[in-house]
C-alpha cells in the first residue's frame, strides 16, 4: 500500500484542520488505518485507527472527543478531522495501514506515508 498524507498546516489554538491520508496499492481498501503524530523530540505516538468497513474506531485518550476519523472507500482516502486543537497537537503526522486489525502500536502498521505538518500557536 502507497499512502500520501495531505491537509496539515497551521492554526490557532482552537482551531481545525482536516487531514486526508490517500491510499493506492490492492489492498488499501481492506487495510486497517491509522494515524500517529511524532513531536520534536518526542516518540511516536498512536493517534486513531480505523477498521476496512469503517465501523470500528479507536482514539488515544489525548484527542478523545476532539479528533474524528473515517474513511471513503470509493476514493481509497482516510481523513482525521481535527477540532478544538491545542498547542500540545503540534507534530508531524503520519497515516499508516496494517492488515493486522485494529491497534494503537506502530510496530503492527507495515506501511507509512510521509509526514504532514500540523502546527497549533497561541
Known amino acids: 500500500v502507497q499512502l500520501q498524507a495531505s491537509g496539515g498546516g497551521e492554526v490557532q489554538v482552537g482551531g481545525s484542520l482536516q487531514l486526508s491520508c490517500a491510499g493506492s496499492?490492492?489492498?488499501?481498501?481492506?487495510?486497517?488505518m491509522g494515524w500517529f503524530r511524532q513531536a520534536p523530540g518526542k516518540e511516536r505516538e498512536f493517534v486513531a485507527c480505523?477498521?476496512?468497513?469503517?465501523?470500528?474506531?479507536v482514539y488515544a485518550d489525548s484527542v478523545k472527543g476532539r479528533f474524528t476519523i473515517s474513511r471513503d472507500g470509493a476514493k481509497n482516502t482516510v481523513y482525521l478531522q481535527m477540532n478544538s486543537l491545542k498547542p500540545e497537537d503540534t507534530a508531524a503526522y503520519y497515516c499508516?495501514?496494517?492488515?493486522?486489525?485494529?491497534?494503537?502500536?506502530?510496530?503492527?502498521?507495515?506501511?507509512w506515508g510521509r509526514g504532514t505538518q500540523v502546527t497549533v500557536s497561541s
Open positions: 499508516a495501514a496494517t492488515d493486522r486489525g485494529l491497534s494503537p502500536k506502530s510496530e503492527w502498521y507495515d506501511s
Open positions: 480505523i477498521s476496512p468497513s469503517g465501523r470500528s474506531t
Open positions: 496499492g490492492r489492498t488499501s481498501n481492506t487495510a486497517t
